[in-house]
């Protein structure tokens, strides 16, 4: 756990990283160096700088313009803001165009800004390290898709086997095939058919990345019906996902432009999207897909951390920064979650990643109405863009937070994370919140208190000790709340003085 002796505004220097795409220019600005990268600020303005660059050759005039327009107001802002650091980054479309260095130029001059042009290896690896950022275990294939180009590669752990940078661009695409998407797959057969290594992504997991997948899965989501409107780390099987976008690659425009949260200026590009994500699935056959919204910014981001915040859990390090903004102390939710063990004896690594967060996290919402504190604790720890965290598993912690704060569950806010999860998962992480609950009701929150009681459960009843003539214990909720989780886990509850 980080050293909390280090103030909330040493963290929280901001950096930003400035990404000049080949169809949007990006800036992002992160509250600080921190193992979870937190976007406080994010502005997007679409240039197309790489239309018409795959019959050109150059980068689009109409675009420069914008894009010189954007650079000179993200340079306003950004000194305003008072940056810690500032990575300005240009990817494919400058890469290869052949007046792209003279556009570098110009926006030094005009701007200011030096313009790193990555490499095709670079952007693959930033993209690569963007999902790792997130996911630490991933283990397959990240796809990049860009306006400009696709970046694949094979990632386990931080060893990168294989990758690729192809001119597959979105922008590319449309424009060498028309938008026809049979001469579109043709293109694409003759780019994927020159990299072997992509059938060994066979049996593991496809990282989708990029503006254009992410508006694709938030087509699948809403055909599906699906109960969790969250991008990041959004699931489908290889069968779904072909299934889903064969579909998807036959709707028309007025029908994409319907569905909720779809930009406007993604839905010429979505069939040509869905196309080439379902032939990556064809050829690499993984078992699963997985959406990331995490990419190359993020991977520069963490590409430039320190070691010891790298190796830090994201889940629990974002979980502890949002304790410490709370004005709470984390340690306290590790000593709950140490004095919460015996009620869990049998709890694998996963599971009890997910019970130190519920921890860490249990009186992050305590500003709220207590009216509403239960569904703003749920619905926040839903919604909140936690790294590393699969969708049952981000349904789970809302539910324990949830029941941390209220024992019935007689509203449908929370219907939809009840849909995700099985009768052992719900009944596991209620006793988490009636846990969190009882540990409140003996300490107030206040440290040090909780170490002078002790939890123990044994096979009919749930033993709480408490030291004899300690005056913190004499009165207080806790009884009840000792005997509402004992009845939950089946288990008489007993008091007893040591």
Same mark, same amino acid.
């Given at each position: 756990?980080?050293?909390?002796?280090?103030?909330?505004?040493?963290?929280?220097?901001?950096?930003?990283?400035?990404?000049?795409?080949?169809?949007?220019?990006?800036? /992002?600005?992160?509250?600080?160096?921190?193992?979870?990268?937190?976007?406080?600020?994010?502005? %997007?303005?679409?240039?197309?700088?790489?239309?018409?660059?795959?019959?050109?050759?150059?980068?689009?005039?109409?675009?420069?313009?914008?894009?010189?327009?954007?650079?000179?107001?993200?340079?306003?802002?950004?000194?305003?803001?008072?940056?810690?650091?500032?990575?300005?980054?240009?990817?494919?479309?400058?890469?290869?165009?052949?007046?792209?260095?003279?556009?570098?130029?110009? /926006?030094?001059?005009?701007?200011?800004?030096?313009?790193?042009?990555?490499?095709?290896?670079?952007?693959?690896?930033?993209?690569?390290?963007?999902?790792?950022?997130?996911?630490?275990?991933?283990?397959?294939?990240?796809?990049?898709?860009?306006?400009?180009?696709?970046?694949?590669?094979?990632?386990?752990?931080?060893?990168?086997?294989?990758?690729?940078?192809?001119?597959?661009?979105?922008?590319?695409?449309?424009?060498?095939?028309?938008?026809?998407?049979?001469? #579109?797959?043709?293109?694409?057969?003759?780019?994927?058919?020159?990299?072997?290594?992509?059938?060994? /992504?066979?049996?593991?997991?496809?990282?989708?990345?990029?503006?254009?997948?992410?508006?694709?899965?938030?087509?699948?989501?809403?055909?599906? !019906?699906?109960?969790?409107?969250?991008?990041?780390?959004?699931?489908?099987?290889?069968?779904?996902?072909?299934?889903?976008?064969?579909?998807?690659? !036959?709707?028309?425009?007025?029908?994409?432009?319907?569905?909720?949260?779809?930009?406007?200026?993604?839905?010429?590009?979505?069939?040509?999207?869905?196309?080439?994500?379902?032939?990556?699935?064809?050829?690499?056959?993984?078992?699963?897909?997985?959406?990331?919204?995490?990419?190359?910014?993020?991977?520069?981001?963490?590409?430039?951390?320190?070691?010891?915040?790298?190796?830090?859990?994201?889940?629990?390090?974002?979980?502890?920064?949002?304790?410490?903004?709370?004005?709470?102390?984390?340690?306290?939710?590790?000593?709950?979650?140490?004095?919460?063990?015996?009620?869990?004896?049998?709890?694998?690594?996963?599971?009890?990643?997910?019970?130190?967060?519920?921890?860490?996290?249990?009186?992050?919402?305590?500003?709220?109405?207590?009216?509403?504190?239960?569904?703003?604790?749920?619905?926040?720890?839903?919604?909140?863009?936690?790294?590393?965290?699969?969708?049952?598993?981000?349904?789970?912690?809302?539910?324990?937070?949830?029941?941390?704060?209220?024992?019935?569950?007689?509203?449908?806010?929370?219907?939809?994370?009840?849909?995700?999860?099985?009768?052992?998962?719900?009944?596991?992480?209620?006793?988490?919140?009636?846990?969190?609950?009882?540990?409140?009701?003996?300490?107030?929150?206040?440290?040090?208190?909780?170490?002078?009681?002790?939890?123990?459960?044994? %096979?009919?009843?749930?033993?709480?000790?408490?030291?004899?003539?300690? #005056?913190?214990?004499?009165?207080?909720?806790?009884?009840?709340?000792?005997?509402?989780?004992?009845?939950?886990?089946?288990? %008489?509850?007993?008091?007893?003085?040591?």
């Amino acid at each position: 756990m980080p050293d909390d002796s280090t103030t909330l505004a040493d963290r929280h220097r901001p950096i930003g990283v400035i990404d000049i795409g080949s169809n949007s220019v990006r800036l /992002v600005v992160y509250s600080g160096v921190m193992r979870t990268p937190i976007p406080i600020y994010n502005e %997007k303005s679409t240039c197309a700088l790489g239309r018409d660059l795959e019959s050109t050759g150059k980068l689009n005039p109409g675009g420069i313009k914008k894009a010189l327009q954007i650079l000179g107001r993200f340079t306003v802002l950004i000194e305003a803001m008072g940056l810690d650091r500032l990575d300005v980054l240009g990817t494919a479309a400058i890469r290869d165009a052949s007046d792209g260095k003279k556009f570098t130029e110009l /926006v030094e001059k005009e701007t200011g800004l030096s313009v790193k042009v990555l490499s095709g290896k670079q952007e693959a690896q930033r993209s690569a390290l963007g999902v790792l950022c997130g996911i630490p275990d991933a283990n397959g294939m990240v796809a990049d898709l860009g306006g400009g180009s696709l970046e694949l590669v094979d990632v386990q752990g931080s060893d990168f086997a294989h990758h690729a940078t192809l001119p597959l661009g979105t922008l590319r695409l449309a424009d060498s095939s028309g938008l026809d998407l049979d001469k #579109a797959l043709e293109t694409i057969n003759q780019h994927l058919d020159q990299e072997a290594w992509i059938s060994g /992504v066979k049996g593991r997991t496809v990282y989708a990345v990029g503006g254009a997948w992410r508006a694709l899965a938030r087509v699948c989501i809403a055909h599906m !019906n699906y109960p969790l409107h969250v991008l990041d780390n959004f699931t489908l099987t290889r069968p779904q996902a072909q299934s889903l976008f064969g579909l998807i690659s !036959n709707l028309g425009p007025q029908t994409l432009e319907k569905i909720r949260g779809v930009d406007k200026s993604r839905l010429q590009a979505l069939p040509l999207a869905a196309t080439m994500l379902g032939r990556l699935l064809e050829v690499g056959q993984p078992d699963n897909l997985v959406f990331s919204i995490y990419g190359m910014r993020e991977g520069q981001f963490y590409k430039d951390l320190p070691n010891a915040l790298k190796s830090e859990d994201p889940l629990i390090s974002a979980a502890e920064e949002l304790c410490r903004v709370a004005g709470r102390d984390p340690r306290l939710g590790h000593e709950a979650f140490d004095w919460l063990a015996p009620l869990f004896p049998d709890e694998t690594k996963v599971q009890a990643r997910l019970r130190l967060a519920a921890c860490v996290l249990r009186d992050v919402y305590w500003s709220e109405h207590p009216d509403f504190r239960a569904e703003q604790a749920f619905l926040r720890v839903l919604r909140l863009p936690f790294m590393g965290l699969e969708h049952e598993d981000r349904a789970g912690l809302a539910l324990a937070l949830f029941y941390r704060y209220r024992t019935d569950d007689t509203t449908p806010t929370i219907d939809q994370a009840h849909t995700m999860l099985d009768e052992a998962r719900l009944h596991r992480v209620r006793t988490i919140g009636l846990g969190l609950r009882l540990a409140y009701s003996l300490t107030g929150g206040a440290p040090g208190i909780l170490k002078k009681a002790k939890l123990d459960m044994g %096979k009919a009843a749930v033993t709480l000790s408490l030291p004899a003539d300690d #005056a913190v214990f004499d009165g207080g909720s806790y009884p009840k709340r000792l005997s509402r989780l004992a009845s939950h886990i089946d288990r %008489k509850d007993i008091i007893q003085q040591v």
